[in-house]
């Protein structure tokens, strides 16, 4: 058996691939770095869904609709009563994505894409006690989620930075959200059962909830002098440093690059907190050296998450939404996932190994 199944191949895909000896991620044919630079969110959604729906995915008409759905689901954020708001982001996102219809096609599919970039912002704008923003149909995604969470039009620095994210977060193999995904795809529950699923499996530390926990990790630190000591004594507690290591990749996850080059614009435009930058640069080299140094065995590098935290905070996404950031851009990757394996898999049902007692002989 093998423990956390790694190595094991679970599924064929069109989709994406990942290579962790290169540190390579492919899309649809396209490396990340290429895509990340030309793509939209708009673009990378249509690659992803092509040939998987019930009717063409083209990108323009893709923007269109997902904007007067966006327009549409907005009126579902009036459920969001008291108890559901005081939830962590992601869990009052999931919350609000479960009262929607179940279902496999186009319109399923824009109501799920829709759904999280509206809820978020709405939900963190009732957690602090103001009134949420309509979205604006015409905007793309991504401009129309910094619209609806800063009540304000983003700069064009801000749109992009935003887009690079959520187009390097848009696939990425088959993760552990992914993989729940296709588990209840194969059942034929619905995307929206597969996406409630991906969202729940996401949200663990280990997962996509690590990039929140990355700007804690900074603040502990503090100052860059402290850097390594500070590292040092939270692997001596036996703490995992947060943004760093992959099941997967041996080497640098390429999304650590795609992300830190869609800063650039940002701090070249003094649209960041430069210290925070220095801090985590310094606090990035400490810990490549001190895992170095502590783990000779165990190739371990930084990983998405922790140019995640700094690109979201950049972006004035508070660190409690983070996973639910995450949660906007791959959900396009669950969907074609779900509908991949409903169109050519069968029901995942592996077996398990009995190491428990036998029964008592009579
Ligand atoms: N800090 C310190 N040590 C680490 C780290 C880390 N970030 N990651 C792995 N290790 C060590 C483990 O302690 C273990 O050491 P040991 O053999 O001496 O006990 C060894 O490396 C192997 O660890 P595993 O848990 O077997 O590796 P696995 O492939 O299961 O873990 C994971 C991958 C969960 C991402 C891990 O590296 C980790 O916990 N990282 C920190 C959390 C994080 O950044 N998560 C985001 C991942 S990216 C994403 O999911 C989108």
């Known amino acids: 058996m093998k423990n ?5 191949v679970a599924a064929e895909t069109r989709l994406s691939d990942v290579d962790g000896e290169a540190g390579r991620l ?51 954020v009036q459920a969001a009563d008291e108890a559901l708001q005081e939830l962590p982001p992601v869990d009052g996102m999931r919350a609000l994505i479960a009262r929607l219809p179940d279902g496999e096609d186009f319109e399923t599919v824009l109501r799920l894409l829709a759904a999280p970039a509206v809820f978020l912002p709405a939900l963190l704008r009732l957690q602090k006690g103001e009134t949420p923003v309509a979205p604006s149909p015409s905007l793309s995604q991504s401009a129309d989620i910094l619209a609806m969470l800063n009540a304000n039009l983003p700069s064009r620095e801000q ?45 663990g530390p280990l997962h996509g909830g690590a990039p929140g926990p990355v700007l804690d990790m900074l603040d502990a630190v503090g100052t860059e002098a402290d850097a390594k000591t500070w590292l040092g004594h939270a692997l001596d ?31 070249a ?17 400490a810990a490549l050296a001190i895992l170095r140094e502590r783990k ?18 950049a972006l004035k996404f508070p660190r409690e939404a983070f996973t639910g950031v995450f949660a906007i851009g791959r959900t396009v990757g669950w ?18 190994v009995y190491v428990g007692p036998l029964p008592q002989a009579a």
Not at 4 to 8: F, I, N, Q
Not at 179 to 193: C, N
Not at 300 to 312: G, I, K, P, R, S
């Open 26 to 76: 492919v899309i649809r044919g396209v490396s990340l770095d290429r895509l990340v630079e030309r793509a939209t969110y708009e673009d990378t959604a249509a690659l992803l869904l092509e040939g998987l729906l019930d009717r063409p995915v083209i990108a323009d008409d893709l923007k269109t609709r997902l904007g007067r759905m966006r327009a549409e689901v907005f009126a579902h």
């Open 159 to 203: 749109v992009s930075a935003l887009d690079a994210y959520l187009v390097t977060i848009s696939d990425h193999g088959l993760n552990a959200s992914t993989f729940a995904s296709r588990v209840i795809a194969s059942t034929r529950a619905g995307l929206t059962s597969s996406v409630l699923a991906a969202i729940s499996a996401l949200k």
């Open 4 to 8: 956390g199944l790694e190595d094991v």
């Open 269 to 285: 435009t003094g649209q960041v907190d430069h210290d925070r930058i220095r801090l985590a640069e310094a606090v990035e080299q």
């Open 237 to 267: 507690r036996g703490e995992r440093l947060m943004g760093f290591g992959h099941r997967i990749y041996r080497v640098r996850d390429p999304r650590a690059d795609a992300l830190k080059g869609a800063l650039k614009p940002l701090i």
């Open 296 to 313: 000779p065995d165990r190739p371990l590098d930084v990983n998405v998450e922790f140019y995640t935290a700094l690109l979201l905070d």
């Open 335 to 352: 969907i074609a996932h779900a509908r991949e394996q409903a169109l050519e898999g069968r029901l995942i049902r592996p077996r398990s």
